[in-house]
């Protein structure tokens, strides 16, 4: 049995993420109190199901705590269980909130909603450390859909390495692990012929490649990674978000993290999101 749990804050695209699932030929469970999972997964593996997804959030209450408990039961019984945990600035899901004018689960008479989302934050905190991240503060449904699958895909049995470029001015993503900051290098942005394309074409690429200073940089951190890949992997860890920032998020972040990905594509699972570009995609 493969179990995919999905949990995160309210607002934060866990509806998305099952849909995805189930377009894959998965069994979905939404809103499962905790303490049903193990029964549920029993009887499904009784029923032949091979493929399952569960969402579970703090619709089920008090009995979140419950839920690495039950992850760890399951996984001595055999079953491979992953969890996607989404996340999203406070900002971000209040604005969500109030353009759509539902109520949120921890909603009632005595506390704002930006207090709801803080009281929810803190429930999940514990859920939050044990399952891979997604920032959904900044990307849309479809590129949400895109990266679901990408980690449903994925080889459980390895780590996956993902680089993910990101603008500083739009904050800091949720999911990262390692945090690089490139704005020190010199800007693409600066040269009106290179300003409205990207890191991933090649009037940028060359200019990049011919700047000492971007290529020190770009040494610098595959040797960092290279070097302590091997604790996180010995760690037991699925995933390693490694995240590259530069002002805007369109040239050089965009540039390294397309340079870092296939240098180390040769010996590892790799994945690569542009948080940034994904706004136009």
Not at 91 to 113: A, N
Request: net charge neutral; charged share 25%; aromatic share 8%.
């Amino acid at each position: 049995m493969k179990l995919f749990l999905i949990s995160g804050l309210s607002g934060s695209g866990k509806s998305v993420a099952l849909k995805v699932l189930e377009d894959s030929d998965y069994y979905c469970v939404d809103n499962l109190p905790v303490e049903l999972l193990p029964a549920l997964i029993a009887n499904l593996q009784q029923s032949g199901y091979s493929r399952c997804a569960v969402s579970i959030d703090v619709r089920s209450g008090g009995s979140m705590h419950e839920l690495p408990h039950y992850i760890d039961q399951l996984k001595q019984r055999g079953v491979d269980v992953h969890l996607l945990f989404l996340d999203a600035q406070t900002d971000t899901l209040v604005k969500r909130f109030s353009e759509t004018r539902r109520r949120h689960p921890l909603g009632d008479d005595k506390r704002t909603l930006p207090e709801c989302v803080q009281q929810e934050r803190e429930l999940l905190n514990e859920i939050s450390r044990i399952g891979h991240h997604i920032d959904t503060s900044d990307i849309g449904a479809n590129t949400l859909r895109f990266w679901v699958k990408d980690f449903v895909q994925a080889d459980r049995s390895k780590l996956t390495l993902l680089f993910q470029s990101f603008g500083f001015k739009y904050g800091v993503p949720l999911d990262s692990d390692l945090v690089f900051d490139v704005r020190c290098l010199p800007n693409p942005h600066y040269n009106e012929q290179l300003r409205p394309l990207t890191g991933r074409d090649a009037p940028v690429i060359e200019f990049l490649e011919q700047t000492a200073s971007v290529q020190k940089m770009y040494g610098d951190i595959r040797r960092f990674v290279e070097e302590w890949l091997p604790c996180f992997i010995a760690d037991n860890r699925n995933y390693l978000t490694v995240a590259i920032g530069c002002t805007g998020g369109q040239h050089r972040s965009v540039y390294l993290a397309e340079k870092l990905a296939r240098h180390f594509k040769a010996g590892q699972q790799v994945l690569v999101r542009h948080r940034e570009l994904s706004q136009h995609t």
